[in-house]
């Protein structure tokens, strides 16, 4: 029963900040590979940034690059993404999930204007 809950996500102004959230259950969260991926209206989704069972290792979208920061607690089973300098490009619905997974969660909201 693979559960990922998104949260986090509000209406914020150019150049501000968020902190979304992303619990999981259903699963061995420590030993996956975990992603966080947006998709804008009218759009496809799109790969933000991904990190390691770890957390050794993350990889990150040219767009993001250097404003976004994926991090993980495996202790709590939960996965972040810290959110500065945000634009209005970034306004879409943000979601995790583990690399290769087929259940989704609900997303969480992001809207980006001032």
């Known amino acids: 029963q693979v559960q990922l809950v998104e949260s986090g996500g509000g209406l914020v102004q150019p150049g501000g900040s968020l902190r979304l959230s992303c619990a999981a259950s259903?699963?061995?969260?420590?030993?996956?590979?975990m992603s966080w991926y947006r998709q804008a209206p009218g759009k496809g989704r799109e790969l933000v940034a991904t990190?390691?069972?770890?957390?050794?290792?993350?990889t990150y979208a040219y767009s993001v690059k250097g404003r976004f920061t994926i991090s993980r607690d495996n202790a709590k089973n939960t996965m972040y993404l810290e959110m500065n300098s945000l634009k209005p490009e970034d306004t879409a619905v943000y979601y995790c999930?583990?690399?290769?997974?087929?259940?989704w969660g609900q997303g969480t909201q992001v809207t980006v204007s001032s």
């Open positions: 999930n583990r690399v290769g997974g087929t259940t």
């Open positions: 259903g699963f061995s969260f420590r030993i996956y590979t």
């Open positions: 990190i390691d069972f770890a957390g050794t290792a993350t």
